[in-house]
C-alpha cells in the first residue's frame, strides 16, 4: 500500500486546512485508515481513524475541531482540520491498519504509512 499526503501549510491559529492521502489500492479494502501526527520532541499520537465499517476515532485534543473521511471512489483520505491551534503544529501522517484483526484506534496496529505532510500553526 501506498500511501500520498497534501495539504499541509501554514496557517493562523484558528484557521482550517483539509489534509488529503491518496492511496494505491481501494481504500475501502483496507481495515481501517487514519492519521497520526508527530511534533518535534515528542511521540507519535493518533490524531484521527475510520474503520471499513465506518467507525471513527478522534483524539480527546482534536474532538470537535477535525474530521475524518473518505472518498471511496477517488480512494482518498481526508482530514478536515478546523479552529485550529497552535499545539497542533506538527508532521501528519495518512497511515493504513491492512491486517483483518487490527483495530482501528491502536497505532501499533498500523503498519503503512506516507512520507507525511507538514503543518505550522501560527499564535
Known amino acids: 500500500v501506498q500511501l500520498v499526503e497534501s495539504g499541509g501549510g501554514l496557517v493562523q491559529a484558528g484557521g482550517s486546512l483539509r489534509l488529503s492521502c491518496a492511496a494505491s489500492i481501494s481504500i475501502f479494502s483496507i481495515n481501517a485508515v487514519g492519521w497520526y501526527r508527530q511534533a518535534p520532541g515528542k511521540g507519535r499520537e493518533l490524531v484521527a481513524a475510520?474503520?471499513?465499517?465506518?467507525?471513527?476515532y478522534y483524539a480527546d485534543a482534536v474532538k470537535g475541531r477535525f474530521t475524518i473521511s473518505r472518498d471511496n471512489a477517488k480512494n482518498t483520505l481526508y482530514l478536515q482540520m478546523d479552529s485550529l491551534k497552535s499545539e497542533d503544529t506538527a508532521m501528519y501522517y495518512c497511515?493504513?491498519?491492512?491486517?483483518?484483526?487490527?483495530?482501528?484506534?491502536?497505532?501499533?496496529?498500523?503498519?503503512?504509512w506516507g512520507q507525511g505532510t507538514q503543518v505550522t500553526v501560527s499564535s
Open positions: 475510520i474503520s471499513r465499517d465506518g467507525s471513527r
Open positions: 497511515a493504513a491498519a491492512s491486517s483483518s484483526g487490527s483495530h482501528y484506534y491502536i497505532l501499533n496496529d498500523y503498519d503503512y
